[in-house]
């Protein structure tokens, strides 16, 4: 048993070595099959094609693989337009469980309102977004349904500087 282990070995190796070798022949053939196969496309073009069917060539080659490096994006900008301007205003509501956030979410939705929810550990901040003052009467008497008291108040941003160390 010993015998044939210490022969079983080195065959195995050397087989595998062999497959190896095969495959990397066949998965990278050698640059000069590569060279031929332009060459005889070459020639079998005429002499005496324009320099403008010169890149159509490439086109119709038989060698795959090749890919542009990166995709080519056009973006067309009007610069001519001009920024909308919205009223914020600050919903102020105590919301201290998710079904009362949700609910809130969903009252908001039903009035299409835009809004953005800052929600921090300590607090919960509401902006609305819009210029139809007429909404405010009905989303507060919307979210009353849902024992949630609510005001409506303007924004005034507040600037936070911190100490840069």
């Excluded at 080659?61 to 090749?66: T, V």
């Excluded at 919205?86 to 956030?101: E, F, G, N, V, W």
Aim: hydrophobic residues 35%; aromatic residues 12%; contains cysteine.
């Amino acid at each position: 048993m010993h015998k044939a282990f210490k022969w079983l070995t080195p065959l195995i190796t050397v087989g595998v070595a062999i497959f190896i070798v095969v495959f990397l022949i066949k998965i990278n053939p050698s640059e000069n099959t590569q060279l031929d196969k332009l060459q005889t496309n070459n020639l079998q073009t005429k002499d005496d094609e324009p320099q403008s069917q010169w890149l159509s060539h490439f086109s119709k080659s038989e060698q795959n693989g090749y890919f542009y490096p990166v995709n080519e994006i056009y973006i067309d900008l009007d610069l001519n337009e001009q920024a909308v301007v919205t009223k914020t205003y600050q919903l102020d509501a105590p919301i201290s469980d998710p079904y009362k956030l949700f609910c809130l979410q969903e009252v908001l939705k039903q009035y299409n309102v835009r809004y953005f929810l800052n929600k921090n550990q300590e607090d919960t901040k509401l902006l609305i977004y819009t210029d139809d003052e007429s909404k405010f009467d009905l989303l507060v008497n919307a979210l009353k349904t849902y024992d949630i008291s609510a005001k409506i108040l303007p924004y005034k941003e507040e600037k936070q500087w911190k100490k840069v160390q």
